[in-house]
């Protein structure tokens, strides 16, 4: 797994990626799962701010998936 923030203007860019193999028992096959999310936040004040994320999973075999979350987070 690989993680970074880069600080942009008043808030940061967050990457982040990450990867795992599963083994079955009795199958040679191995799944593999991958995830990447890259999002921005943004500082409206010292305890508040705002926050847009974009995930992606794939999976081995299957179709894969992705969100977007915004949102709003105060610290109290």
Not at 26 to 31: I, K, Q
Not at 40 to 54: E, G, Q
Request: hydrophobic fraction near 35%; glycine fraction near 10%.
């Amino acid at each position: 797994n690989l993680s970074a923030s880069i600080p942009v203007g008043p808030g940061a860019i967050n990457l982040a990626w990450g990867s795992a193999k599963q083994t079955t028992q009795g199958s040679s096959a191995e799944p593999k799962s991958t995830m990447l999310t890259a999002g921005y936040v943004y500082s409206l004040s010292k305890r508040t701010d705002l926050y847009a994320v974009y995930m992606l999973d794939k999976y081995t075999g299957k179709s894969n998936g992705s969100n977007i979350a915004a949102g709003i987070k105060h610290t109290f």
